[in-house]
């Protein structure tokens, strides 16, 4: 049966809440951008450089936004769109716009409470948001304050542990399960050591010197953190809690995934009830194997330049998975920073599109008013982009609207 979540009109906010003021931080947040500049200020170093770091050399990072640029539209005039409408239908399940908030691990470091501040302005927003599998707060309690939020799981080790954690996010009440596949060992994060995050998160005169010249984030996020819910520990990296994030064994927890492959799909897929999504995927290839496998969808994504350094953009790559997809359904995350990119995803074949980075800003920004807030900029540019390229649904944006822009390969 198709529901739909809590919705709010466009421009992104409904005329209670459009009649409420915006908190003079927000009213400077112009564009999903802006709170990135905001959020610098505000979040220590390391924090913020885990946020914002890419591996090696940013080479996917920067192909991420660049490959949008390869792309014109190529608009219709004099056409009514008085009767514009950007909801979609995801499995069985109607949401307000096409996009939604992409998993992030430790976001509760980046604003108080973070995971469940975001899933909550999600729901609020009639969005699907993912819970990363890396969070610190057990995804019992996202799902009691968000439902309708997926969970995205990082493979642990051993088919028991398989097994387990996807058992306890069926009883939570999940009803998608995002697996990521694309991470077999840990990335060169070496920018993240650049700027003073390590995992362990490893006390030092420095990092408290960062929190110390941080105070609202200091006091607002760290330490009423660990006031209320003591050390922060991964919560659901397995069926049972996981390390705190200052020991030494968060390192042997998050390793020994070098061996997983398509049969561990097979066996979650007859585990699993309801929707099962596969996140991490650029090869056609590996789309045909994940429709074989009984996957209901496939997300494209190169982690957001966060894993192997130099993969190809998912918008480049969207083309090619979408032909062998078949009638699974497809959708995207990684650079997308604008209401035209989302229409340029959805253009090449994309049904929805994740966005994580700015939504995280957001929220250490202006905690859930700031993600409200970005959720509705970016709505509002997208229905703007729709009256000018002469569309009513979208369904009607397709690649006869877009001209590739005359960009070397």
């Keep these: 049966m198709t529901s739909i979540l809590p919705s709010v009109t466009v421009p992104g906010s409904s005329p209670a809440e459009a009649s409420r003021p915006l908190p003079r931080a927000l009213q400077r947040m112009l564009s999903l951008d802006d709170f990135e500049a905001a959020a610098r200020r505000r979040l220590p170093r390391p924090i913020f450089g885990y946020i914002a770091g890419a591996a090696e050399d940013n080479q996917s990072l920067r192909s991420n936004r660049e490959a949008f640029g390869r792309y014109a539209f190529a608009p219709r005039v004099l056409v009514d769109v008085s009767r514009r409408s950007q909801q979609t239908e995801l499995f069985g399940r109607r949401y307000a716009s096409p996009f939604g908030i992409a998993p992030m691990g430790i976001s509760a470091l980046s604003t108080y409470r973070g995971d469940i501040v975001l899933a909550r302005a999600a729901r609020a927003q009639?969005?699907?948001?993912?819970?990363?599998g890396t969070s610190l707060i057990p995804l019992e309690d996202v799902?009691?304050?968000a439902p309708g939020t997926w969970f995205q799981a990082y493979l642990p080790g051993d088919?028991?542990?398989?097994?387990?954690l996807v058992e306890r996010a069926r009883r939570a009440g999940f009803e998608t399960l995002v697996l990521t596949v694309d991470i077999p060992v840990s990335a060169n994060r070496e920018n993240n050591v650049r700027t003073g995050f390590s995992t362990?998160?490893?006390p030092s005169l420095r990092l408290a010197w960062d929190g110390v010249t941080r105070p609202r984030w200091l006091a607002g996020t760290f330490l009423r953190t660990l006031l209320k819910h003591g050390m922060p520990h991964f919560e659901n990296s397995f069926a049972t809690r996981g390390?705190?994030?200052v020991s030494a064994s968060v390192l042997r927890d998050f390793s020994a995934r070098d061996h997983l492959n398509w049969e561990h799909v097979a066996r979650i897929r007859r585990q699993w009830p309801d929707a099962l999504i596969i996140k991490g995927i650029l090869h056609p290839q590996d789309a045909a194997l994940a429709r074989s496998h009984g996957a209901d969808g496939v997300i494209v994504s190169n982690h957001g330049g966060r894993q192997l350094d130099g993969a190809i953009s998912p918008l480049r790559a969207l083309p090619g998975v979408v032909a062998a997809a078949g009638d699974m359904t497809v959708m995207m995350d990684s650079g997308i920073r604008r209401g035209s990119d989302v229409l340029k995803a959805l253009a090449l074949g994309a049904r929805h599109v994740f966005v994580g980075r700015p939504f995280n800003y957001a929220a250490a920004v202006g905690g859930e008013a700031g993600v409200a807030h970005a959720i509705?900029?970016?709505?509002?540019e997208i229905d703007r982009n729709?009256?000018?390229?002469?569309?009513?649904t979208l369904r009607e944006m397709?690649?006869?609207l877009l001209a590739r822009e005359s960009l070397a390969d």
């Design 398 to 400: 397709d690649a006869g």
């Design 126 to 132: 009639g969005i699907p948001a993912i819970l990363s």
């Design 386 to 392: 729709m009256a000018m390229l002469g569309i009513n």
């Design 376 to 380: 509705g900029l970016l709505r509002a």
């Design 159 to 164: 088919p028991q542990r398989i097994d387990a």
């Design 143 to 145: 799902i009691r304050e």
């Design 243 to 245: 390390a705190p994030i």
């Design 200 to 202: 362990p998160l490893k």
